[in-house]
């Protein structure tokens, strides 16, 4: 396992839109993005919603042409409407719920659909 980290090829998530107030878009190369409740430092993202949202929630394991999305056994993490069960992968335009918080994101900025 320690091997596939190792060489792991660059990829860039990029947040498109977000319904939180001061939410930062942008785009991160982060090989693993971690989000959580407030407060949590340890954590890329931090979702609003106090104890409806786990302190580690669910991160993205984010590699070229190679994007999953892991649910950490939290109160609930979608993607695109779907409930996330353990991991699903990421493919281009998506939109990451996680309680009243959607995250709008792409795995590749030329990919909108």
């Given at each position: ?15 498109l ?43 993205i ?53």
């Open positions: 396992m320690d091997f596939h980290f190792n060489t792991m090829k660059e990829n860039t998530i990029t947040f839109d977000c319904n939180v107030p001061d939410f930062v878009l942008g785009s991160t190369v982060n090989p693993i993005i971690k989000f959580g409740r407030e407060e949590y430092d340890l954590n890329d993202y931090q979702v609003p919603g106090g104890n409806a949202i786990s302190r580690r929630h669910c991160l394991i984010n590699s070229k042409d190679n994007v999953w999305l892991y649910d950490l056994e939290s109160t609930g993490t979608y993607l695109n409407d779907e409930k996330v069960t353990k991991k699903m992968p990421i493919i281009g335009f998506n939109i990451l719920s996680i309680n009243d918080v959607d995250y709008t994101i792409t795995t590749d900025k030329t990919k909108l659909l």
